[in-house]
Nanobody
């Protein structure tokens, strides 16, 4: 079972990026897929989440209105569309899956993807 995060890069402030979290090895119909980010010297913070089955979405206040999380069941992939990027969005972004749980304790995520670096220049 694997989560593969990709799509990071360097972008100017105001630009856009789309991150992907490709899931393999099992079905994730009962899981909630989360995106987190961690900037250097800072705690990891929640960014967004989506329930795989119903597609219900949740966002941190800091990204609401700028980021959109979605999923493609056929491709077993969750996306994070990031628009109007700001320098403070610079971080390593991770995806993680939790079985029927929204934002559980750190140790209760079942699967983690490797991070993908997002750098926003001013």
């Amino acid at each position: 079972v694997q989560l593969q995060a990709s799509g990071g890069g360097l972008v100017q402030a105001g630009g856009s990026l789309r991150l992907s979290c490709a899931a393999s090895g099992r079905t994730f119909s009962s899981y909630i897929i989360h995106w987190f980010r961690q900037a250097p010297g800072k705690e990891r913070e929640f960014v967004a989440a989506i329930t795989w089955s119903a597609g219900s979405t949740y966002y941190a206040d800091s990204v609401k209105g700028r980021f959109t999380i979605s999923r493609d069941n056929a491709k077993n992939t969750v996306y994070l569309q990031m628009n109007s990027l700001k320098p403070e969005d610079t971080a390593v972004y991770y995806c993680a899956a939790a079985y029927r749980a929204l934002r559980p304790a750190t140790g209760d995520y079942d699967y983690w993807g490797q991070g993908t670096q997002v750098t926003v220049s001013s």
